[in-house]
């Protein structure tokens, strides 16, 4: 009796060892097998029960009844620490890797273009930034040098917030260049596609809200053949080779001189015209350097501002902007 009892507990410490070592399922399986399946050493322990005395059945029994707990309860451990390891990946995650292709949906015409055009941008150098929507009369006019008198700044075209500290729904996206220049020293390279709202009712070529791309480029040198450049790169890469730009002067109290842009290809000849007008752009004003704490006899400037919508509108041949508002799922799904 005594070397049975001694048997129990260095066979049940052997198990044990290897019940929490099994390297897989397979073997865990396997090692449950050597010990307490039909021919298992455990069992074979179990079946000497039977040889024993009356006297001494009960405490064995009591003692073996506690070794198979004991091995039942680390065997299931084991087992879901295990099925947890295969249920892993064998490989690290790369989240870096490209996303599936989306199941369900496109993105939006007006998002779609965005993309291209941020794309092309980045290709030299420009990133992104970004600014709120709801903006102070400092950040939209003052810093950008558009006095108090100005009609931009008329309640008829500017969507003021019930507010008793003058806040308003941004007019157009070169308030983000008040804040991004206040925020970095120069250089600065940046575009800043975004919202913008003004008090125009909706017709076929008006929407009281639109969007915008904005660019500010700052450093020594910078000159007007480098923003014509820019641009045309970009519209090359947007809407094909075959594009021409053109300057007008005009005027913006942010930018000497100012110009607009003027826009051509197949296309635009093809809608009967010569040229089309798509964005507003000059040299920044040193007033607005001052404004900024840029000193105006190191730095130069350039600005411009696109109208997304507008190159959408020309590139698929759209003739309503209210359509870019809809959802029309049969409208969306063209793009
Ligand atoms: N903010 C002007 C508008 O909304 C567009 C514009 C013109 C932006 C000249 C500029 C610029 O940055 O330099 O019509």
Known sequence: MAGFLDDIEP???????????????????????????????????????????????????????????????????RREELELKAALPKEPTDFTLPGRRRALGKLHPL???????????????????????????????????????????????????????????????????????KSQPPPVRIIVPGRVYRRDNADATHNPTFHQIEGLYVDKNVTVGDLKGTVEFVFRELMGSDVKI?????????????????FTNALVKKMGKDWLEIAGCGMVHPQVFENVGYDPETWTGWAFGFGIERIAMLRYGINDIRLFYENDAKFLKQF
């Open 11 to 77: 066979l049940k410490q052997t198990a044990l060892t290897e019940l929490k070592n099994a390297p897989d399922l397979a073997a865990l399986e396997q090692t449950k097998g050597a010990w307490v399946g039909p021919n298992g050493k455990f069992t074979a322990l179990m079946k000497q029960l039977g040889t024993l005395s009356k006297e001494e059945k009960p405490a064995a029994g009591k003692l073996i009844n506690a070794a198979k707990v004991e091995l039942e309860t680390v065997l299931v451990a």
């Open 111 to 181: 998002t779609q273009v965005t993309d291209d055009i941020v794309r092309a941008f980045r290709k030299i150098g420009f990133a992104v930034a970004d600014g709120p929507e709801i903006e102070d009369e400092y950040h939209c006019f003052d810093a950008l040098n558009t006095p108090a008198d100005h009609p931009a700044r008329d309640a008829q075209d500017t969507f003021y917030l019930n507010t008793t500290d003058k806040r308003l729904l941004r007019t157009h996206t070169s308030s983000v260049q008040i804040r991004v220049m």
């Open 246 to 262: 053109r300057f007008r002067p005009h005027y913006f109290s942010y930018t000497e001189p100012s110009y607009e842009i003027d």
